[in-house]
């Protein structure tokens, strides 16, 4: 195999020549082996997003040269088509709050920018992966923001596949509604009811579980992005945080909208934890029913 060296302030680092990572991931790769299993595609797609996000923001606040942010926004373009998913080798669970998986997207986006540009992976002279890719940004509002739109990426997959099931459970509910049986408590034979009643009452549970869900999801469009390290969006510039945000929820198609409170948004996992367990709700009812 063939390999480039890449340099960052810590020293040189030998990286596979083909590879778009950089440094930072070539150390982390070495370091970060938890579950041996490649990042969701949803979480990759929402770095990808915020990335493309910021690099609109800067631009719009004229932070960063017009040229190098449009050379951002088309390697996220390319990347969100489909391209270079191979350049993203961090798990999810990493260092803090997700360093390594930030640095990871910050040097795979710079160095199919750097291409677009004309340049060589590496060549951080005219595109650097944290001066300019992350730039406004902190792994510290960026990876609690990418959790909350990898997690609502995955719920519209999921929410019309409850629906078909809760309408399945209630036509089964009308077909059956004649049908007469006993029903069991305990293991044993209790009182007469319907089989339709049964299947209504299925419906009822995943009906009950899905609104669970639909409520923690309020909870989740409310993202800390544009709070940077500790909360009080420190380098960053006048508007930048609501061109973010704004240009995040029109990318994604996702009801985002800023945490008022952003020290809570970055130091605080309730609404991933209330979403986990709307969920599991929805598990056990599911799991009550197959048995």
């Known amino acids: 195999m063939d390999y480039r060296i890449d340099r960052d302030s810590l020293g040189e680092v030998k990286i596979p020549k083909d590879a ?6 070539g150390r982390a790769i070495q370091q970060y082996h938890v579950t041996g299993r490649k990042s969701h595609k949803h979480l990759i797609s929402a770095f990808v997003m915020i990335k493309r996000s910021a690099a609109v923001a800067n631009i ?8 190098l942010g449009q050379a951002i926004i088309s390697a996220c373009d390319k990347i969100l088509a489909g391209k270079f998913q191979e350049g993203f080798v961090i798990e999810e669970i990493n260092s803090g709050a997700g360093t390594a998986f930030n640095m990871n997207s910050n040097e795979v986006i710079c160095n199919v920018a750097l291409e677009i540009m004309g340049k060589r992976k590496g060549q951080n002279e005219f595109l650097h992966p944290n001066d300019h890719v ?27 596949a409850v629906d078909i099931l809760i309408k399945s459970l209630s036509k089964k509910a009308k077909e059956f509604s004649g049908y007469k049986k006993i029903g069991r408590t305990h293991l044993m034979d209790a009182l007469p009811v319907t089989l339709g009643s049964e299947f209504a009452a299925y419906a009822t549970s995943i009906t009950k579980a899905r609104n669970s869900i639909l409520l923690a ?14 909360g009080n969006g420190a380098n960053t510039p006048k508007g930048y945080r609501s061109i973010a945000i ?14 008022p409170d952003m020290q809570h948004a970055l130091q605080s996992k309730f609404a991933v ?16 029913i197959a048995n």
């Open 20 to 25: 778009y990572y950089g440094a930072f991931t």
């Open 60 to 67: 719009k606040c004229g932070v960063i040269d017009k040229k």
């Open 134 to 160: 992350n730039m406004s940004q902190s792994s510290n509002d960026t990876f609690p923001t990418a959790m909350h739109v990898a997690i609502l990426l995955n719920l519209k997959e999921t929410i019309p």
């Open 217 to 230: 999801i309020k909870e989740l469009e409310f993202v800390g992005l544009g709070g940077t390290a500790v």
């Open 246 to 259: 704004t240009e995040l929820a029109k990318i994604s198609g996702l009801k985002l909208r800023p945490e």
């Open 273 to 288: 934890a209330n979403i986990s367990a709307a969920i599991r709700n929805l598990a056990l009812e599911l799991n009550k």
